[in-house]
């Protein structure tokens, strides 16, 4: 189902991925809220980008919602991806994240972003990550309010992967935040649903992550269905009006555009049930309630992420690196010497097995 406001882009094949059995119909547009920008529904995430040719293509292929951050690929994303969109930058919606806490330290971040995408203004600016409304300061709103002024950045924006009450919560208090960007996905409860429809009344702009819940692809296959399943299912939702897919190949890119004008059927349902079921002792949703619970300090949720590049997305090296950055204790505290684990999560993922797993891959 797609909102009465898409429009397709009836065109885009022209371009031709050179592939014979693209179906027409293209890609579908959206307004981002208060913000006026019309995005496509398939936007890029650029998390796992390394080939810039990827971005080119998805970019001469009509999607035009790019997504990175400072710190993506070791801080390499937004040098990989700049020099690729910069022909195109006019008709691009570019967003990326810096997870500096003070003003003086975004606008330094942003002043490196600018350089690295070669660009003198960007659409979206983020505070990424973040799991409390504490943690949205107004050392970070200030440096956002300068940067609007000097024309710098034009819309802020919020992420959140966990404590989606509180943060999207504080998200609809605060007149200063255009854009909430949160994960979205099929494993979800439906207590989501309620905030992201919060957000869209509001006027804010959405942007759903995460959308593929890990990546997971039942025995390594890519055409099974499944991830264009879990894309569907997010599209549905006339109030999610992007989303930043991580695609890192043509591949992913293909199977992601072939997905976009297919309605939601039985079949994706059935699938999408099949995967909850595989993914469910996998897939950590951060849903934060296990937060804290570890008495030996161990960052569960961050080490299951990392776990998750790496088994769910075939990220084995972005997996490592992100592992390596995680607090002293995720490498130091052995996870299956405890005799009684008092980690308990309410999906049934089995946390000291798969945090010691995260430990033997990563060491
Ligand atoms: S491990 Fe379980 S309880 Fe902890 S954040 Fe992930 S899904 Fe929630
Ligand atoms: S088994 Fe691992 S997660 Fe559980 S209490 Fe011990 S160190 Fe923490």
């Known amino acids: 189902m797609n909102s009465p406001g898409d429009t397709s882009r009836r065109d885009f094949l022209a371009a031709g991925l050179g592939l014979p059995a693209l179906e027409p119909g293209g890609l579908r547009y959206r307004t981002l809220g208060k913000t006026g920008l019309k995005v496509t529904t398939l936007g ?9 040719s990827v971005v080119a293509r998805a970019a001469d292929l009509g999607i035009n919602h790019f997504d990175t951050a400072r710190d993506y690929q070791g801080s390499n994303s937004e040098r990989t991806i700049g020099p690729a969109l910069k022909s195109r930058r006019k008709r691009l919606v570019i967003g990326t994240k810096t997870g500096a806490e003070t003003t003086k330290g975004v606008l330094a971040d942003l ?33 956002h309010r300068i940067a609007k002024q000097q024309g710098k950045i034009r819309f802020t924006a919020v992420s959140t992967h966990a404590g989606h009450a509180e943060v999207i919560g504080a998200v609809l208090r605060n007149p200063a935040i255009d854009v909430l960007q949160t994960s979205y996905n099929f494993t979800m409860e439906k207590q989501i649903e309620g905030l992201i429809d919060a957000a869209a009344k ?18 390594g296959r890519r055409r099974e269905g499944v991830m264009p399943a879990a894309l569907k299912w997010v599209l549905r939702n006339p ?125």
């Open 202 to 219: 509001k006027g804010l702009g959405v942007i759903a992550i995460k959308v593929m819940a890990g990546g997971y692809r039942p025995g």
């Open 239 to 363: 109030n999610v009006h992007s989303t930043a897919v991580s695609m890192a190949d043509m591949e992913q890119l293909e199977e992601n555009l072939r997905a976009v004008p297919e309605p939601f059927t039985q079949r994706d349902r059935q699938l999408l049930a099949g995967q909850l079921e595989r993914i469910q002792p996998l897939y950590c949703r951060m849903c934060g309630r296990c937060e804290g619970s570890c008495p030996k300090g161990l960052p569960v949720e961050d080490m299951l992420r990392c776990l998750t590049y790496a088994e769910g997305y075939g990220q084995f090296a972005y997996g490592r690196e992100n592992f390596r950055m995680l607090p002293a204790a995720a490498r130091k505290v052995r996870c299956g010497d405890c005799a009684v684990c008092p980690v308990d999560c309410p999906y049934g993922i089995q946390i000291s097995a798969r945090l010691s797993r995260a430990q033997e891959i990563f060491a």
């Open 44 to 52: 890029m995430g650029c998390v796992l980008i390394t080939d810039p």
């Open 111 to 143: 002043e490196l972003s600018l350089r690295e995408l070669q660009t003198d203004y960007l659409d979206i600016l983020y505070i990424p990550g973040k799991k409390k409304a504490s943690e949205i300061t107004g050392e970070v709103l200030e440096a």
